[in-house]
């Protein structure tokens, strides 16, 4: 089993920051990308950053330089640092993982999403 967990979301005033966290366990053998996606209400999930085991990031055009995704590859974890929040940041976060557990291969698991409200 592999469970995939974020923490963070809230409510928040535009121009605020917030950060998520978000921690892979259970029977891992090894991680390979891990990021974050959102929905907002209405809307098709759409990718927010991901991040390689290696540390290479990749970014949605439009939240380039507002946005900052890391990893701490010893604890499974992944984060994502959200400053100069504006009110279209409002959605459901939902963190991925790439995971190969024992006797299986790579496979794809998901949170159950954390909510980021941006409103005055």
């Known amino acids: 089993q592999v469970q995939v967990v974020e923490s963070g979301g809230g409510l928040v005033q535009p121009g605020g920051s917030l950060r998520l966290s978000c921690a892979a366990s259970?029977?891992?053998?090894?991680?390979?990308?891990m990021g974050w996606y959102r929905q907002a209400p209405g809307k098709q999930r759409e990718l927010v950053a991901t991040i390689t085991s290696g540390g290479a990031t990749n970014y949605a055009d439009s939240l380039k330089g507002r946005f900052t995704i890391s990893r701490d590859n010893a604890k499974n974890t992944v984060n994502l640092q959200m400053n100069s929040l504006k009110p279209e940041d409002t959605a459901v976060y939902y963190c991925?993982?790439?995971?190969?557990?024992?006797?299986?291969?790579?496979?794809?698991?998901w949170g159950q999403g954390t909510q980021v409200t941006v409103s005055s």
């Open positions: 259970g029977s891992i053998v090894s991680v390979n990308d």
């Open positions: 991925n993982a790439n995971i190969r557990r024992l006797y299986y291969p790579f496979q794809d698991y």
